[in-house]
């Protein structure tokens, strides 16, 4: 009689319903429901977000349970919740990955953590993110991204976060920002992610703003990224002038020659 075929672990949950998560893919899960991505999940762990994915479909993470916990803790109680702030209180739960000792080496040196430049032009694409509690002191961390977009004469987008009710236009009207549906991501806390500047597709252009004419806005707002952003939104009727941003994300690129 021949052996009988085992069913791999990861199959085994799907037969009653729902694969049973381990507990690094079930923590991760409580981070999403609190409004953040597996993009943002990854960068807080400093992975790529591929890892991430496979939390729920290869069992992995169990090297980061730790860390992911210490950081749900610091969101559910009010704490510190932008993705740099986050990940800085994982580092310290996380062993830096390192590889064999070469011959002639002492000891192994770190891993390179593989990253790839996925913005247009290699080398000439840039991002910052910031909270709420950043973009109440200045939100100095963006200002770099926009100044060396506009030095290779690039183009910006930015994706802003506030409550729904400080919009002035419906979700996906196409006077508030061209584009698909898509654009638009609703959040759990009655917040909305709105994207500006981002690629038409297709014969429509590339998309973005300039990064020269945006460094003299921010110039003229004294340096402050989130308060220019801000008063472009309300100039152009997108948004109430009491609005306040919860987060803002900038984007910089140089399009190829």
Known sequence: MPPRKRTPPGRRARRGGRPQLNEAARLTQQLIDAGYTKKQVAEIIGRD????????TKNKGAAFVDALRHVIQEVQTGGVSDVEGLKQIAAQDITPRTRKAL???????RARTRTKDVIETPGHSSMARAAKQHIASGASRLRPVIEHTAAVGGNIAFTVRAKKSAFTMDAG????????RRYVVRRPDSTEERAYGKSLGGAQGPGGFDAQEWQLRVE???GDVAAAVRNWLVETGRLRPDAVLTHLEIRGWKLQD
């Open 103 to 109: 011959p002639g080496e002492k000891a192994p040196r």
């Open 173 to 180: 009207d196409r006077r508030d920002s061209p584009g698909l």
């Open 49 to 56: 977000s591929s890892l991430v994915s496979q939390f729920f």
């Open 220 to 222: 003229a707002a004294d």
